[in-house]
């Protein structure tokens, strides 16, 4: 199968992928057309492909599971680096998010999207505006995604009244979309831009919907602003208002103490690290992620968006998680290979409740092939490779819900979304600094 049979691309097909490792030994997988992963073997003979991928040696692996980003700021790499977090938030970002319109949003998202696919990524935790236009762009793409409206009330009991309707909205537009690759969510965005109101709110409202939440705590130390506030930890407070009790997915939490971790543990929260954004942003502390693990809370992993990465390629992240947790913590036993592998893979699906994260029979077909390459040789270990070795760049196949929307790195109209999404990128940032 070559790039110049076009059939192949965007729709479920029966399809063997042959020539290819698993664990580091030969194997081969059947998809049957369902979405689902029909069957793995050294040698599959009985099945009924319509297309043969040879891998030439290459690695399969789980489709990556970016478990937060903020997809349109991809339109903002690069716009505005090396800045502390609450000045970069208040005085570049959020005056340009200010302008941006729908379709800035949707070709914000194709283009992340683009860049998901291409370095391995098959599903993606979303925090922004505007989702239905995410939602459009994650739909043509063959993606899947978590999508949550962001919930920013600042204390003021009209504005949280608005954005109460807007989330609303939003989860029932995604809902009536019905599309199995899109689950909503629901985001307010941290303990200092959303009121108690908010997130009181926001902790019903997953429930009522039995919907994932999606919020950024303890990124920097938000604890000694929150106790002045509420007379309460973050993690304490964010209990108080009932935010940890129903599907919570809290992005950073760097700032966790014992008696946090403890909570968290208790209320069944997953946590994101996020290695590359609490680096560049300099948050002063790495997650405690031995105190985690120890306590069993699923950790998994996230790029945050591309204006404080500035990509959204899981291999770079997996391998800074990795090393930063073995220099922060000073142990080189900390997050060996295989561990960072899951928890960039299998714990994101858990926590989004995907049935993926896994190559084997009866799970979702999200699938990647690593190919081998100049960072993929010498093969000793293949796994040791992924997270160590190598970029997302040498990811050549990914499959999505039993679909293939990349092979040998093509990706159909991957030009037009750079091209548009340039510009656009070029004028939004025009009009907000005019
Ligand atoms: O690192 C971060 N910390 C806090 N907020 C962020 C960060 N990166 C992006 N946003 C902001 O979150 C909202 C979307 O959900 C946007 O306003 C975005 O700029
Ligand atoms: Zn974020």
Avoid at 246 to 271: E, K, M
Avoid at 280 to 305: I, M, W
Avoid at 370 to 394: E, I
Wanted: overall charge negative.
């Amino acid at each position: 199968m070559t790039q110049t049979d076009p059939d192949i691309f965007g729709t479920k097909t029966q399809t063997l992928i042959r020539n290819i490792r698993l664990d580091g030994k030969p194997a081969e997988i059947y998809l049957d057309g369902t979405g689902n992963i029909a069957s793995v073997g050294e040698k599959i003979k009985d099945h009924d492909a319509e297309f043969i991928i040879d891998g030439n040696g290459a690695t399969a692996l789980p489709g990556m599971v970016n478990m937060h980003a903020h997809s349109p700021m991809s339109l903002l790499r690069g716009y505005s680096d090396d800045m502390p977090l609450f000045e970069w938030l208040s005085t570049k970002i959020w005056p340009t998010e200010a302008h941006l319109t729908e379709s800035d949003i949707y070709w914000g998202a194709k283009l992340a999207c683009l860049e998901m696919i291409r370095t391995g990524t098959t599903t993606f935790n979303d925090m922004y505006f505007m989702m239905n236009n995410v939602a459009e762009a994650v739909d043509e793409a063959g993606i899947r995604a978590c999508l949550s409206y962001c919930m920013i009330d600042g204390g003021d009991h009209e504005k949280f009244e608005k954005e109460c309707s807007v989330m609303e909205k939003t989860v029932a537009t995604l809902k009536a979309r019905a599309n199995p690759r899109i689950i909503p969510g629901v985001s307010p965005h941290a303990v200092y831009t959303v009121s108690e109101e908010g997130l009181r709110w926001c902790a019903e409202f997953s429930e009522r919907e039995n919907i994932p939440l999606h919020i950024h705590v303890d990124e920097t130390d938000e604890n000694p602003d929150c106790i002045k506030a509420h007379g309460m930890r973050v993690a304490q407070w964010l209990d108080h208002c009932g935010v940890l009790s129903n599907r919570c997915i809290a992005a950073h939490c760097c700032w966790l103490d014992a008696d946090d971790i403890r909570l968290f543990a208790d209320r069944g929260v997953t946590v994101v690290h996020n290695p590359v954004s609490n680096m560049k942003l300099s948050v002063g502390r790495a997650l405690p992620y031995p105190e985690l693990k120890a306590a069993g809370v699923n950790v998994t992993l996230g790029t945050d968006g591309a204006s404080s990465n500035n990509d959204l390629d899981m291999f770079g992240e997996m391998k800074t998680a990795a090393i930063l947790q073995k220099f922060f913590w000073n142990d080189p036993t900390i997050m060996p290979a295989s561990e960072a592998l899951t928890i960039a893979s299998r714990n994101g699906a858990k926590a989004l409740g995907i049935n993926a994260g896994v190559i084997a029979p009866g799970f979702l077909a999200d699938i990647i092939l690593v190919g081998k390459t100049v960072t993929t040789t010498p093969a000793f270990n293949t796994t040791s490779n992924a997270v160590y070795a190598t970029s997302g760049l040498a990811v050549d196949t990914t499959i999505c819900d039993g679909a293939v929307l990349m092979h040998e790195g093509f990706i159909p109209g991957a030009e037009e979304i750079l091209a548009k999404s340039e510009r656009v990128a070029f004028d939004l940032v025009r009009r907000a600094t005019a």
